[in-house]
C-alpha cells in the first residue's frame, strides 16, 4: 500500500489538491486478477447475475445473451447518463476518481485488472470526468457516475488543469484513448459511492477547518465580553465525554493560554454559559461522519460484489449512516451558529458588555458595528433553513424497485452551502470581539486572540468612524482561514 493514500477526509483533499501520484501495487492486481473468476463463472453458468447478465432496475428480469454482455456495459454507461446541470469543480470530479480507485484496490468490485490500470493512468495524466451536479439519490450514485463513466469511454468533456477539454482534441495530440470495457467494468464505474464520498470529504474538510476558526472566534469573545470562563474547568466538564463537551472545554482553556480575565460576573448568558456542550456536539458529529465516511470509502458499495468466491447482491451502495450523520452536523452547526450571533450582539450592547454602544468610539449618531447584526441575521436564517433535514425516500423509481433513498451527495452538497454562511457568522463575530477588545482598553489577551489580532490588523484597521464593513467581513474571513490551517 502507498505510505501517503488518504485514511481520513483532511488527506483525502490535500492528496486530491497535491496531485499525488498513484500506483499499481501487485498485490492489488493480484487480488482484482483473482476476483474476475467468479465474473468469468458466472457469465458461463447463464445463472441470473444483477447487471452482469441480467438488466438493470425495473429491467432485473431482461435476460442478456452471452454475445450481448461486452456491448452492454457501454450501453449501461450511455444510457444512464440523465444527471443535469453544470459539472462539479474539478478537485471534487478528481476526489470521484480517487475515490473509486480507492475503493476498488479494496477488493469486491470485480473490475478487470485492465479498468483499474486504466483508471491510475487517468488519475496520474490529471484528467477528471466532467459530472452535472443533481442526480442522484444516494443508492450508489448512478446517474452522475454514468457521466463519469462517460468521459472514460470518449463521449464527454474531461477536466484537465482547470478547464473542459473535449475528448476528440485530447485524441488529436493523441494524449486520451477511451477504456475498453470489459464484462462487469461498466458497472464498476457507475454503481459506486464516488460522488458522495468526494462531496462529503470536502465538507468535512470545511467544517473542521471551521471549527478552529470558530474556537478562534470563540476566545476574542470571551476576553472581550470578560466572560466567567471557570465553566471550563476541568471539574465542570468531567463526566461530559461522551457528549463531547469535555473535549470541547479543554479546547477553548488552551485558545485562552495567556490571558488574564476578571471574571466579573456570577453568570453570563447562555450563548457564553453553554459554549462546551454545545461546540461538542458538534465536535462529536464530525467524529462520527469521519468514521462512516471511512467505513464507506475503504468497503466496497458495488452491487453485487465478489464476495465469498461470487457475485453476490448486496445493500452497500446504500449510504444512509453517512447521510444522516451529515444531518446531524448540519443541525449542530445551527446551535453554534446562533450562539455566535447572539454573541455578537451582547458584545454591542452597553447594559451587558460595559462598552461604548455598539462599539462605536465616538457615539453619538454613529452606527457603529450595529448594522452587521442585520448581515448575521440574513445568515443565520439562511444556516437554519439547511438545518431542515431533506426529505429521505423520494418518489420509488424503476418500476418501484428503488423505493427507498439516502440522498446522501444532496445532503452533502446542503452541508457545504451551509459552511459558506457559518464562515461569515464566524468571521462576523471575531471581527466585533476584535473591536471591543481593543475598545476594552489594558487587558491580557491569549495567545491565540494576539496572532489574530495581529493578523487582522495588517488587512482590517480597527473602526474609529461609521465605514462600509462589508468587505472586510469577508477579509476576517481569510485571516480566519489561514489560521485555522495551521
Known amino acids: 500500500m502507498q505510505d501517503n493514500f488518504p485514511t481520513c477526509p483532511t488527506s483525502f483533499v490535500k492528496f486530491v489538491r497535491k496531485n499525488i501520484k498513484l500506483k499499481n501495487e501487485s498485490a492489488v492486481i493480484k487480488k482484482l486478477s483473482s476476483e474476475r473468476a467468479p465474473v468469468n463463472a458466472a457469465i458461463k453458468s447463464k445463472k441470473p447475475v444483477y447487471g452482469l447478465t441480467t438488466g438493470l432496475g425495473g429491467n432485473l428480469a431482461h435476460d442478456l445473451n452471452e454475445g450481448d454482455i461486452q456491448e452492454f456495459q ?84 474531461i477536466w484537465l488543469n482547470g478547464r473542459k ?37 470536502f465538507a468535512l474538510q470545511k467544517v473542521k477547518q471551521l471549527y478552529k476558526a470558530q474556537e478562534i472566534a470563540i476566545a476574542s469573545s470571551l476576553e472581550a465580553y470578560q466572560a466567567n470562563v471557570s465553566i471550563f474547568s476541568p471539574s465542570v466538564n468531567l ?18 493560554s495567556g490571558s488574564i480575565i476578571s471574571e466579573s460576573k456570577i453568570q453570563d448568558a447562555l450563548s457564553f454559559r453553554t459554549i462546551s456542550p454545545v461546540l461538542g456536539v458538534l465536535n462529536k458529529a464530525i467524529e462520527r461522519a469521519e468514521m462512516l465516511w471511512k467505513e464507506d470509502l475503504f468497503s466496497s458499495g458495488d452491487n453485487p460484489a465478489v464476495i465469498d468466491g461470487r457475485l453476490i447482491s448486496t ?40 462598552l461604548p454602544k455598539y462599539l462605536s468610539p465616538i457615539g453619538g449618531p454613529s452606527a457603529g458595528m450595529v448594522p452587521v447584526q442585520k448581515t448575521a441575521a440574513a445568515l443565520l436564517s439562511r444556516v437554519k433553513h439547511a438545518a431542515i433535514p431533506l426529505a429521505f425516500d423520494p418518489p420509488s423509481v424503476s418500476e418501484t424497485v428503488e423505493d427507498v433513498a439516502p440522498m446522501t451527495s444532496e445532503v452533502a452538497k446542503k452541508l457545504s452551502k451551509q459552511l459558506d454562511d457559518f464562515r461569515l457568522i464566524i468571521a462576523i463575530e471575531a471581527m466585533v470581539a476584535a473591536q471591543a477588545i481593543e475598545l476594552r482598553g489594558k487587558i491580557k489577551t491569549s495567545y491565540s486572540t494576539k496572532l489574530f489580532l495581529s493578523n487582522l490588523r495588517l488587512i482590517v484597521p480597527k473602526l474609529y468612524q461609521d465605514r462600509p464593513l462589508g468587505g472586510e467581513i469577508e477579509k476576517t474571513a481569510l485571516v480566519l482561514d489561514q489560521l485555522s490551517q495551521s
Not at 469543480?89 to 470521484?96: F, Q, T, Y
Open 165 to 201: 477539454v473535449a475528448t476528440e482534441e485530447l485524441k488529436r495530440k493523441e494524449a486520451f484513448e477511451p477504456i475498453k470495457l470489459k464484462p462487469k467494468d461498466g458497472l464498476a464505474l457507475i454503481n459506486h459511492k464516488g460522488v458522495t464520498i468526494s462531496l462529503a470529504a
Open 74 to 157: 457501454e450501453q449501461l454507461i450511455r444510457g444512464r447518463a440523465v444527471a443535469v446541470g453544470e459539472s462539479f469543480s474539478e478537485e471534487i470530479c478528481r476526489g470521484v476518481l480517487l475515490a473509486r480507485i480507492l475503493s476498488a484496490r479494496e477488493g469486491q468490485s470485480g473490475i478487470s485488472v485492465e479498468a483499474y490500470k486504466y483508471l491510475i493512468q487517468f488519475w496520474n495524466k490529471g484528467f477528471s470526468s466532467t459530472i452535472p451536479k443533481i442526480g442522484s439519490i444516494g443508492a450508489g450514485d448512478l446517474t452522475q457516475n454514468a457521466h463519469f463513466g462517460l468521459s472514460l469511454i470518449g463521449l464527454n468533456e
Open 315 to 354: 445493500p452497500n451502495f446504500h449510504s444512509i449512516a453517512l447521510s444522516l450523520q451529515l444531518e446531524a452536523i448540519c443541525l449542530s452547526i445551527s446551535s453554534v451558529a446562533s450562539a455566535s450571533v447572539q454573541r455578537t450582539q451582547k458584545l454591542m450592547d452597553d447594559r451587558l458588555s460595559g
Open 239 to 256: 463526566g461530559h465525554e461522551e457528549s463531547g463537551q469535555t473535549k470541547a472545554a479543554a479546547g477553548i482553556t488552551k485558545r485562552l
